[in-house]
Antibody, heavy 123, light 111 residues
Framework: EVQLVDSGGGLVQPGGSLRLSCAAS????????MSWVRQAPGKGLEWVSS????????YYADSVKGRFTISRDNSKNTLYLQMNSLRAEDTALYYC????????????????WGRGTLVTVSS | QSALTQPASVSGSPGQSITISCTGT?????????VSWYQQHPGKAPKLMIY???KRPSGVSNRFSGSKSGNTASLTISGLQAEDEADYYC???????????FGGGTKLTVL
């Protein structure tokens, strides 16, 4: 079955760190760019970060640049998001998403989504 | 405040057609043909419905169609069905610095 399983969310204090994981199965993980998209409670979608299929190129939203790091391990079919210096406004459901080929290195659509993992930043 | 502007809600009766607008600027919607639309049912992950302004992924009903004029993109759903009731988000490429912007979402109610 083609699926993404997000994990690693939880309650963390402001200024703390958390690492999210996304396990992929049912498709050739190393062939696709991947992304993280978040959704604050009761709010809309916000793109967070993307990574090329090889992991050689990474992209970040201004709101997380310098604090979050996206990475992948193609041997383990797993995507990661290291989140440091967390703030209350980072509280959200974080989805990993697969990017279909678009022909462009920095144009991404999201055609397969995980169920999301909830990150709550609070003291 | 979201980068792209969508109406907060729209409604229609079964069998009718509705259109959801998504207004941006020349730096995003108007500047590129890379608009996508996502459907999200309560408690579920989003689903890609339209990409490249007008294209439908395999498996998406042809009742869903996309278009664009200037800085405004639109999603039209024809022959409304109860299962179409959901939140809909537009999304656009916004250049090689901002990359991706989403709309604030539109809640579709099927009366």
């Amino acid at each position: 079955e083609v699926q993404l399983v997000d994990s690693g969310g939880g309650l963390v204090q402001p200024g703390g760190s958390l690492r999210l994981s996304c396990a992929a199965s049912g498709f050739t993980f190393s062939s696709y760019a991947m992304s993280w998209v978040r959704q604050a409670p009761g709010k809309g979608l916000e793109w967070v970060s993307s990574i090329s299929n090889s992991g050689g190129s990474t992209y970040y939203a201004d709101s997380v640049k310098g604090r979050f790091t996206i990475s992948r391990d193609n041997s383990k079919n797993t995507l990661y998001l290291q989140m440091n210096s967390l703030r209350a406004e980072d509280t959200a459901l974080y989805y990993c998403a697969k990017v279909p080929p678009t022909g462009y290195s920095d144009v991404w659509y999201f055609d397969l989504w995980g169920r999301g993992t909830l990150v709550t930043v609070s003291s | 405040q979201s980068a792209l502007t969508q109406p907060a809600s729209v409604s229609g009766s079964p069998g009718q057609s509705i259109t959801i607008s998504c207004t941006g600027t020349s730096s995003d919607v108007g500047g590129y043909n890379f608009v996508s639309w996502y459907q999200q049912h309560p408690g579920k992950a989003p689903k890609l419905m339209i990409y490249d302004v007008t294209k439908r992924p395999s498996g998406v009903s042809n009742r869903f169609s996309g278009s664009k004029s200037g800085n405004t993109a639109s999603l039209t759903i024809s022959g409304l069905q109860a299962e179409d009731e959901a939140d809909y988000y537009c999304c656009s490429y916004a250049g090689s610095s901002t990359y991706v912007v989403f709309g604030g979402g539109t809640k579709l109610t099927v009366l």
